[in-house]
């Protein structure tokens, strides 16, 4: 009971943001902010007691990701927030070609790494969705793509580690 008003309370100050950034359609950081909103609900409330609002909140979702990485394409991580939702949407609320997406998000994550080539955590974060992936695949029975993804996971920890090592010798924390 308190998780559901609580909840609803939180949905009120969503809308408010909303109202806002009607005011001021420029700011990537409210976006981010409401696309972050949008994803704990899409991600938290699943109980069959949502049910009629969470096809609204998971198109929210996607709609401000999208909208905060049109406001700013060149900010490594609003690239991996956008990839993020839409690896979500891949492995969490399937709907539309599944190659397609997945294209589309290894198109932000190889972007993100361009943009962000000095930091660790990049690499780490995108290691770690293609170990999701390796396990998504291996479930489907798709070995030999689960193997793939894995190793490139790997390889990317690997950089990740390494950069990181590099930092350290150079006092960059």
């Given at each position: 009971m308190m998780r559901r008003a609580a909840g609803e309370s939180a949905l009120n100050w969503v809308r408010e943001?909303?109202?806002q950034d009607r005011r001021f359609p420029h700011s990537?950081?409210?976006?981010?902010?409401l696309a972050k909103w949008y994803e704990f609900y899409a991600q938290c409330?699943?109980?069959?007691a949502y049910a009629e609002q969470r096809p609204e909140w998971?198109?929210?979702?996607?709609?401000?990701?999208e909208t905060m990485l049109n406001r700013n394409p060149k900010h490594a991580d609003m690239r991996m927030i956008h990839a993020n939702t839409l690896m979500w949407k891949l492995l969490e609320?399937?709907?539309?070609?599944e190659e397609d997406l997945l294209r589309e998000a290894e198109k932000h994550f190889q972007e993100m790494l361009r943009l962000s080539p000095i930091l660790p955590r990049h690499r780490y974060a995108y290691a770690g969705v293609l170990k999701r992936l390796a396990e998504y695949?291996?479930?489907?029975?798709q070995n030999e793509r689960a193997t793939e993804y894995q190793s490139?996971?790997?390889?990317?920890?690997?950089?990740?580690?390494d950069l990181q090592?590099?930092?350290?010798?150079?006092?960059?924390?």
């Open positions: 943001l909303e109202y990537p950081e409210l976006a981010m902010h409330f699943v109980r069959p998971i198109r929210n979702y996607l709609y401000w990701s609320a399937p709907e539309g070609d695949f291996q479930e489907k029975g490139r996971a790997q390889e990317l920890q690997r950089e990740g580690d090592e590099r930092r350290k010798e150079m006092h960059l924390y």
